[in-house]
């Protein structure tokens, strides 16, 4: 039952970070996006790429370190 308990605690944390990532995720895009070069399209090729995901990691390691 602790192990439980200790996994509930961690949980909000966890939470915490990915929404804080997604945000950021969110805001590059935004930016990019609002600089015209990219449509829906392209994005999307980007994304399943990986380049955005990779120049987010690159950009704030203290995020993205394992």
């Given at each position: 039952?602790?192990?439980?308990?200790?996994?509930?605690?961690?949980?909000?944390?966890?939470?915490?970070?990915?929404?804080?990532?997604?945000?950021?995720?969110?805001?590059?895009?935004?930016?990019?996006?609002?600089?015209?070069?990219?449509?829906?399209?392209?994005?999307?090729?980007?994304r399943r790429?990986?380049?955005?995901?990779?120049?987010?990691?690159?950009?704030?390691?203290?995020?993205?370190?394992?």
């Amino acid at each position: 039952m602790s192990n439980f308990t200790s996994a509930l605690a961690i949980a909000p944390r966890m939470f915490a970070v990915l929404r804080k990532k997604e945000a950021i995720a969110h805001q590059k895009v935004a930016i990019v996006r609002e600089k015209g070069a990219i449509t829906p399209q392209k994005f999307a090729t980007m994304r399943r790429k990986g380049a955005i995901v990779e120049s987010i990691c690159a950009s704030k390691p203290e995020f993205y370190s394992s």
